[in-house]
């Protein structure tokens, strides 16, 4: 049995925003865990907000769902697609929450009329969501969410600096990563802004361990010994973090540098062995020159303007290609632009159509037209959540000849309102944590081409939603030749619907990129990317016949029909 104590990495940002604290944090756990040690990460975000669920996604990107309904920072994404654990509430704590849960422990009489204070009673609070996550885990990897500096940092940075105190520097480790800017006008990289970051940090009372640097250009050995001797690390520990093409090959340049050796040595886990990161590597040889070219996906949706809002989206498709060997180029198109009808035919430049999930009436009938084309010319969809309920909607109107068909969180007198709210949510007032929200198991229709994609006739997936498909509506739609190929275990609540008569259309109520993994991509979007590629090569197929074609002045000769292939495509 092993008794090593829990080891703690607690990683900062320093000089600006958006370097990069997630991948560095998931990173790390990466080369942990491909060591054999039980590997989990928490964040740690400033705002006030009790959760990322009420706030746009234009301003924090996507809400992130955990298997226990906890709606959370997007980085709880990368976390569990590099370390392979699925993570919980406890993994993600704000500002919002740590004071929520004081305030609710004082209304009680619990500090038994002390007078309340950031220190010890927020620090307090904020320690024991660190402590929580110990048992089970030989490393807890806690990313500090904003920027050195912020006023709204300064507890969690002052609840580290304590926690460093109570459990021994030998079992805790300061990571923080920092920019190097590179200045064009001199043409030289500048250490100076990182330096203020540490000074910063000093001023705390935390000094870093390891240093990661962001550079645009590759940090000269004389630079890095600079760096070392103004901040206080050795110079091994200062780690270059350049960019790269995909953000799954972040671990394998740490590693070339020898980071998690100084983790595993700066925490006493020699015992542990080498990382095994060949299957890690195998994966990102694939991102780096997959063998089967290229398919181009549309995803037409609301938030496009910001791709975070949709980074498990983008990431899940990326998993597809891998498990294709191919690479997923991704345009993400604006469902507004799809309005009246128009731009529908530049669907015809891709091979294959999603539908991410999203709140509110705006763009839905650009959606609606983009169902539309993707149906009536055999162009795969792929539909998710609000892609479920618009393809419900599209089938409706286009098929069933229910015009008026619509969802009644826009329309409420609608003639049609094939999508309703679920019964749970007609007395919910709240709007934050009130929706369905977590891991749900579905049963497959045997024989679906649902049930076939997972290998199974029984799921679980994630969710988040209010509204669902109104089953007074079901008879109408099986009749006009759409399966339900997924439904609850009570069979009330559609999960899962699909086109038998189409080469690949498959709507899910629940969010399955959630679930995605570089290592273990999820067979829905494995299999959309397959049938895109069939499309490709079926349109690759017809062009080649018919550039084979004799011409009109050549010697008559009937003309070749499309391979069955190509026809089975376009059907």
Not at 25 to 38: D, F, K, M, V, Y
Not at 112 to 122: E, K, R, S
Not at 189 to 216: A, N, Y
Not at 253 to 275: F, M, N, S
Request: aromatic share 6%; with cysteine; hydrophobic share 35%.
């Amino acid at each position: 049995m092993n008794t090593t104590p829990t080891k703690y990495i607690f990683v900062t940002g320093g000089v600006v925003s958006s370097l990069g604290k997630g991948i560095a944090a998931a990173s790390i756990g990466r080369l942990l865990a491909a060591r054999g040690l039980r590997v989990t990460i928490q964040k740690f975000d400033p705002y006030i907000n009790v959760d990322p669920g009420t706030l746009s996604p234009f301003q924090h990107g996507e809400v992130f769902v955990t298997d226990d309904g906890a709606e959370t920072d997007l980085d709880l994404g990368h976390y569990e697609r590099f370390v392979g654990e699925s993570l919980s509430q406890a993994n993600s704590i704000t500002t919002g929450r740590i004071y929520q849960d004081v305030i609710q422990k004082e209304r009680r009489g619990e500090y038994l009329g002390a007078t309340v204070q950031v220190i010890p009673h927020i620090t307090d609070a904020i320690k024991g969501a660190i402590r929580r996550l110990a048992p089970n885990h030989d490393v807890v990897i806690t990313e500090i969410g904003g920027t050195v500096g912020d006023i709204e940092s300064l507890p969690f940075l002052e609840a580290i600096r304590q926690y460093r105190q109570e459990v021994g520097r030998e079992h805790t480790l300061f990571v923080h990563l920092t920019l190097i800017p590179y200045i064009a006008a001199a043409g030289e990289l500048k250490t100076k802004p990182t330096q203020h970051s540490v000074r910063e940090l000093m001023e705390i009372g935390i000094q870093p361990d390891i240093l990661i640097c962001r550079s645009e250009h590759p940090i000269p050995p004389e630079m890095r010994r600079k760096i070392a001797l103004f901040t206080n690390v050795d110079v091994a520990s200062v780690i270059e973090a350049a960019d790269v093409k995909s953000i799954y090959e972040v671990p394998l340049e740490y590693a070339k540098q020898r980071l998690d050796e100084q983790v595993c040595h700066k925490l006493g886990l020699q015992h542990t062995g080498k990382p095994d990161m060949a299957q890690w590597e195998r994966l990102v040889e694939r991102i780096r020159r997959p063998r089967n070219g290229t398919v181009n996906i549309a995803v037409v949706g609301k938030y496009v303007a910001l791709v975070d809002s949709y980074k498990s989206v983008q990431e899940a498709l990326h998993h597809g290609g891998i498990a294709n060997d191919v690479r997923v180029n991704i345009d993400w198109l604006s469902s507004e632009d799809f309005e009246n009808g128009q731009n529908a035919d530049k669907l015809s430049g891709y091979h294959g159509l999603l539908i991410p999930g999203g709140f509110g009436v705006r763009g839905v009938e650009g959606m609606l037209s983009a169902i539309r084309w993707a149906r009536e010319n055999g162009l795969p969809f792929f539909g998710i959540c609000l892609g479920l309920q618009t393809a419900i909607i599209e089938f409706s109107r286009g098929v069933c000849g229910l015009e008026q068909a619509h969802s009644a969180e826009w329309e409420r007198d609608t003639a049609d309102p094939v999508i309703c709210l679920m019964d749970s949510q007609r007395q919910v007032t709240d709007m934050g944590g009130t929706q369905r929200l977590g891991a749900y198991t579905a049963r497959l229709a045997p024989g679906s081409k649902s049930a076939e994609i997972y290998g199974s006739q029984e799921i679980s997936e994630r969710h988040r939603h209010r509204y669902e498909v109104n089953n007074a509506y079901r008879p109408q739609l099986q009749e006009a030749g759409m399966r339900i190929s997924g439904t609850s275990p009570d069979g009330n609540l559609v999960e899962m619907i699909e086109l038998p008569s189409h080469p690949w259309f498959v709507a899910t109520q629940a969010h399955p990129e959630l679930k995605s993994r570089p290592d273990h991509p999820h067979p829905l979007f494995a299999s959309f990317v397959g049938a895109a590629m069939v499309r490709r090569d079926g349109e690759e197929q017809t062009s080649l016949d018919r550039d084979l074609r004799p011409s009109a002045a050549a010697p008559s000769a009937p003309a070749e029909e499309p391979s069955e292939r190509a026809a089975g495509v376009s059907a």
